[in-house]
C-alpha cells in the first residue's frame, strides 16, 4: 500500500512576534529574503517638545504577518528581531486572507464625523458597515471618533475608527 502524503495547504498568513519596536525592520528585512509580508502602519503624528512629524506607525504592535508555506516556517527566525510565532490553541495562528484584506481597506477608510456612542466598558458589539463589517469584539473606549475595540477573531486589541452607523 502506498504511503499517504500530506496535501500542503499553499502559503497562508501567519503572524510572527517581534521584539518591541522592531516590527518595520522585521518586514523590510524579511522583504529582502524574498517573503511575502504585510506589517499594517497607522499615520499619526508625533510631538516633541520642539516640533511636530508624521511618521508610520505599527497598527499592531509586535506582530508582522507573513505569507508563506508551512514547511519554509522557520526561515523567518534568521531575521534578528523576530521572536516567535504566535500560536492558537496550540498551532500556529493562521490569518485568513479576507482578514488581511479587511485591515487593508480599514486603513484606507478615513474617519468622517466625531460620534459619541452610549455603550459600557466591556459590552459586546457588532460592527455593521466598513472594514470589519460582521466582525463582534467588545467595547473599550472611544476617543473623538475612534473607538477602541477587541476583537475577538484577531485576538487583539485594535483601535477601530468608526462612524454612528458602524455600530
Known amino acids: 500500500m502506498p504511503a499517504l502524503k500530506k496535501k500542503s495547504k499553499g502559503p497562508q ?10 516590527e518595520k525592520k522585521v518586514a523590510e528585512r524579511l522583504t529582502d529574503m524574498g517573503f511575502e509580508i504585510y ?24 506582530y508582522v504577518f507573513v505569507f508563506i508555506e508551512e514547511h519554509l516556517r522557520e526561515g523567518v527566525f534568521e531575521v534578528p528581531g523576530v521572536v516567535r510565532y504566535l500560536y492558537w490553541l496550540g498551532k500556529p495562528a ?9 485591515m487593508k481597506k480599514f486603513l484606507r477608510e478615513i474617519p468622517t464625523e466625531n460620534v459619541k456612542l452610549d455603550f ?26 475612534e473607538v477602541v475595540l477587541q476583537l475577538e477573531s484577531l485576538g ?11 455600530l
Open 13 to 22: 498568513w501567519f503572524v510572527i512576534y517581534t521584539k518591541s519596536r522592531n
Open 120 to 145: 459600557e466598558k466591556y459590552d459586546e458589539v457588532e460592527v455593521k458597515s466598513g472594514a470589519f463589517a460582521g466582525q463582534t469584539g467588545r467595547y473599550l473606549y472611544q476617543n473623538g471618533n
Open 39 to 62: 506589517c499594517p502602519l497607522v499615520k499619526t503624528v508625533k510631538q516633541w517638545s520642539d516640533r511636530k512629524k508624521k511618521v508610520e506607525e505599527p497598527l499592531l504592535r509586535s
Open 94 to 102: 493562521v490569518v485568513k486572507q479576507e482578514e488581511i484584506d479587511a
Open 156 to 166: 487583539t486589541v485594535v483601535k477601530v475608527s468608526v462612524g454612528v452607523e458602524s
